[in-house]
């Protein structure tokens, strides 16, 4: 039942590339209407089938993560801070002047680096639902899965900590993040960058 799933899947998750191709195309600078929304209704239903295919392979994928914090495609100058008890990320906003900060809680374990944007295709987790410029949640993530093993042996592991860690993904212009942590908090900070991040130093010290 399983194989013939993925396998209608797999089909099904053709057919929507193709259709997106086709939607990208009626893009072009000639439009009639409805262009744009047809796109986004071939993008939706591609990211959708490629979250349920892996799920049903038991591969990781990418949903999205609820963040109150939108930042800005172009230049959003991400700056990481981060101690052994703290991890804040900062970033310029979308919508307004105001800059975002992030504050993960309980995180274990961050990369903060490639890829940029123009080599987001070589993410192993593109095609697997991920998608740039928002917060995304890894699902069955391997990640957390060989921090748990390398812990495993630790005379007070408890394998109650790690059920309850989560992977997520925050790719930028240039850079993407990611770490493992429980959660975390979104906030919006008036004034200049610089005084946020500085503000951010003060509180890891």
């Not at 109150?68 to 906003?93: E, I, K, R």
């Not at 391997?142 to 790690?162: A, I, N």
């Not at 908090?185 to 004034?191: A, H, I, K, T, Y």
Request: aromatic share 10%; glycine share 6%; hydrophobic share 40%.
């Amino acid at each position: 039942m399983t194989e013939s799933h993925a396998a209608n899947l797999k089909k099904a998750l053709a057919t929507a590339r193709t259709q997106l191709e086709q939607a990208i195309f009626h893009l072009a600078p000639t439009h009639v209407g409805g262009e744009q929304e047809a796109y986004d209704t071939a993008y939706e239903k591609m990211v959708a089938i490629e979250r349920e295919l892996a799920n049903v392979e038991h591969r990781a994928y990418a949903i999205r993560q609820d963040c109150a914090t939108p930042w800005d495609t172009g230049a959003p100058l991400p700056t990481l801070l981060q101690s052994d008890h703290h991890t804040l990320l900062f970033f310029l906003l979308a919508d307004s002047d105001l800059v975002g900060r992030i504050e993960f809680e309980g995180c274990l374990a961050t990369c903060f680096g490639n890829p940029g944007d123009e080599t987001l295709t070589r993410h192993p987790l593109y095609g697997s639902g991920f998608e740039p410029y928002r917060a995304m949640r890894v699902m069955n993530s391997p990640w957390v899965e060989r921090l748990r093993e390398m812990d495993s042996v630790h005379p007070q592991h408890d394998p109650s900590t790690y059920a309850a860690l989560r992977h997520f993904i925050f790719s930028f212009h240039d850079v993407t993040f990611e770490c493992v942590a429980r959660s975390f908090r979104s906030s919006r900070l008036d004034g200049p960058f610089s005084d946020a991040v500085k503000t951010g130093v003060d509180q890891l010290l």
